[in-house]
């Protein structure tokens, strides 16, 4: 039962870490993408064309970035629901040992 216990801390742990981690990378991808616009308005040499395909390359990278987020979480959930039944069934079987 501790180490039920001790396993779900370090992966409530290991989440916290990757949300920030994740937020962090987050604003700087915001950050980049706003120098990327400023720069391809300003930049009166770089084709349409060019400037279309960056566009495009930046909203990829943001929209896998989103599902990366959204596959993580989902994970993490499973791991959770993992820990929840296992800690469930060893109640359980406590409290079937005692009755006994």
């Excluded at 987050?26 to 395909?53: G, H, R, W, Y």
């Excluded at 943001?62 to 791991?79: I, L, P």
């Amino acid at each position: 039962m501790e180490n039920m216990k001790i396993a779900k801390q370090i992966i409530d742990y290991h989440k916290t870490a990757f949300d920030n981690t994740f937020d962090t990378f987050s604003v700087v991808q915001e950050q980049m993408e706003k120098m990327v616009n400023n720069f391809l308005q300003q930049a009166s040499l770089i084709p349409e064309e060019t400037k279309e395909a960056i566009i495009n390359w930046v909203n990829f990278y943001k929209n896998g970035q989103v599902e990366f987020k959204k596959t993580a979480d989902k994970n993490y959930e499973k791991v959770t629901q993992y820990f929840n039944k296992q800690e469930i069934e060893t109640i359980s079987n406590k409290k079937a040992k005692k009755a006994k």
